[in-house]
């Protein structure tokens, strides 16, 4: 499997709400990370986990907060978010800092929208 | 300072004609570079990587540190190459490591 998942496709949310995005893999990589990226923007990282534990949080707001409960697994939890956090949040997992080869693999994103 | 600088928003080209995507560098220790590419409505996915000296889709990118250049380039362009193309630069922060990418190159290839 060469796959990175990400659920769900399309979330829209209120300002008030508590919503989470969740993000697999299963190709045994121990770097995951979660990006923002706005419409013909680059990718924005959020945030790095390397062997699931936090290594890089690039001054994200606080309303966005990130959890790796294991080796497969990323989620990232959304509270209190504001219009302009809407944007396609993207996944990616790549072997660790030790790997010759670096790729990061993407996954497909979820489609957020706050109202 | 980590920097990677795509000068051209825009790209367009005809059906045929030989593209070349520029992308610059700035990094202090010895580059490894790598060109993405977003089709619409797909996943980002590595296109080439500067290491491995290959062509992908009849893409070929040459590193040059003289220049801090690694442009991307295309004999024959075709209409199915028409995406958005992000250089990307693999860089170290806080024991982990990250991609650096440049604000990308929309190339649009018409028929």
């Known amino acids: 499997d060469t796959e990175v998942t990400q659920t769900p496709k399309h979330l829209v949310m209120g300002m008030t709400n508590k919503k989470s995005l969740k993000c697999e893999q299963h190709?045994?990589?121990?770097?995951m990370y979660w990006y923002k990226q706005k419409a013909k923007k680059p990718p924005e990282l959020m945030f790095v986990?390397?062997?699931?534990?936090?290594?890089i949080n690039e001054s994200v707001p606080s309303r966005f907060s990130p959890e790796c409960p294991n080796s497969s697994l990323l989620n990232l939890h959304l509270h209190a978010l504001q219009p302009e956090d809407s944007a396609l949040y993207l996944c990616?997992?790549?072997?660790?800092?030790?790997?010759?080869?670096?790729?990061?693999?993407f996954g497909p994103g979820t489609r957020l929208t706050v109202t | 300072a980590q920097r990677v600088t795509q000068p051209e928003k825009l790209l367009s080209v005809f059906k045929g004609a030989p593209v070349e995507l520029k992308c610059n560098y700035s990094?202090?220790?010895?580059?490894?570079l790598f060109w993405y590419v977003q089709y619409s409505r797909q996943r980002l996915q590595l296109l080439l990587r500067?290491?491995s000296r290959e062509s992908i889709k009849g893409f070929t990118a040459d590193l040059n540190k003289g220049e801090t250049s690694f442009h991307l380039k295309k004999p024959f362009a075709q209409e199915e190459d028409s995406a958005m193309y992000y250089c990307?630069?693999?860089?170290?922060?806080?024991?982990?490591?990250?991609?650096?990418f440049g604000k990308g190159t929309k190339l649009t290839v018409n028929p």
């Open positions: 990094y202090s220790g010895s580059p490894e």
């Open positions: 990307a630069l693999r860089a170290t922060q806080g024991g982990s490591e990250k991609l650096v």
């Open positions: 986990y390397s062997y699931e534990k936090l290594s």
């Open positions: 500067h290491i």
């Open positions: 190709m045994g990589h121990r770097a």
């Open positions: 990616a997992s790549s072997h660790a800092r030790t790997a010759r080869t670096y790729e990061q693999y």
